[in-house]
């Protein structure tokens, strides 16, 4: 294998600068990888391309000793700690991502990642799809998408999928609870979590299935399940995806749920407001990343009508 190559790649796939093609190149150049040790380590990476580490001095060393393990059998799992950048939605910071090949006899986790950050990540899997995740969300690659005829992933959790099209091989997302989406090419978003399991489509095509049911929607419709059944709705997409852009946005509602959405958005703080305002009715953006923020822009919007907003530290 031609490492100088392998490691000019993994360098750009840190930096989130990969085509598509050099992703797969990339790829196809891991599955033939013998010997680790060449890889760009945190350290060296650090010193590149400064950022603001999310894994602890013990993970880390966890990590890069992993990486640095000689390879002793062949049925052996390959470990390879990759770092994606998403530089373009100015999100920075480090999550475990491992990448894992196995007997290919058994049932195998192709690629897992798990966003134990604070932050929303983006993720490019080795087709092109492109995933904004949420927080305490997980994906686990489920085929090789080089050989299989469908692409499959499980996931839990939120996401915003932007899937790149295979007319050849249909793109899947399981849940635990047994539901799936059928993905034509599209975007969308998508939260598998607990019993909550719906998608919000923007473009493209989906389909959600539920044992022998299978629903398909249009751009600008919702779909999950309710009850053991399928339900569909059209919707403001807006309500679904403004937090890919760190905002959350209302359509004419109440300022208690406007409140408790902040709760949310903010769990370290407390914010009250008074029983006489309770009446009143927001519309508008109010930022995920910027709490002084969305204080003024509610006492701006409010100032008429003497609005009192507490907060406890």
Not at 32 to 48: A, G, I, T, V, Y
Not at 182 to 205: C, P
Request: proline share 4%; net charge negative.
């Amino acid at each position: 294998m031609d490492k100088e190559r392998f490691e000019y790649l993994y360098t750009k796939y840190l930096q989130d600068n990969c085509s598509e093609n050099e992703l797969k190149e990339f790829y196809e150049l891991y599955h033939s990888l013998e010997d680790p040790q060449h890889l760009l380590d945190l350290e060296r990476f650090e010193e590149n391309f400064p950022l603001e580490k999310q894994l602890s001095p013990e993970k880390s060393s966890a990590i890069l000793a992993h990486i640095q393990q000689p390879k002793t059998i062949s049925k052996q799992a390959k470990i390879i700690k990759l770092i994606p950048i998403a530089a373009a939605f100015l999100i920075i910071g480090f999550a475990a991502l491992w990448f894992m090949k196995s007997n290919e006899n058994s049932e195998v986790d192709y690629f897992r990642y798990s966003n134990t950050s604070k932050k929303i990540k983006v993720l490019t899997l080795e087709d092109g799809t492109r995933i904004l995740l949420k927080p305490n969300s997980e994906l686990v690659q489920k085929s090789d998408f080089a050989k299989a005829s469908e692409r499959i992933i499980s996931f839990k959790g939120e996401g915003f999928f932007d899937v790149s099209k295979r007319s050849n091989q249909p793109f899947k997302i399981v849940s635990q609870n047994q539901a799936e989406i059928k993905v034509y090419g599209t975007r969308f978003n998508l939260i598998f979590h607990g019993d909550q399991q719906e998608a919000v489509l923007t473009e493209g095509s989906i389909a959600m299935k539920l044992g022998t049911e299978e629903v398909k929607i249009k751009p600008s419709e919702r779909v999950h399940i309710d009850k053991g059944a399928i339900r569909t709705s059209v919707v403001d997409t807006m309500q679904y995806i403004s937090w890919t852009n760190h905002q959350l946005y209302f359509n004419d509602k109440p300022l208690q749920e406007v409140i408790n959405q902040l709760h949310t958005a903010y769990p370290d703080q407390k914010i009250q407001i008074n029983n006489q305002n309770s009446n009143l009715y927001f519309t508008g953006y109010l930022p995920t990343d910027d709490f002084e923020d969305c204080i003024t822009i509610l006492q701006k919007t409010f100032k008429n009508y003497n609005l009192v907003i507490s907060i406890e530290k």
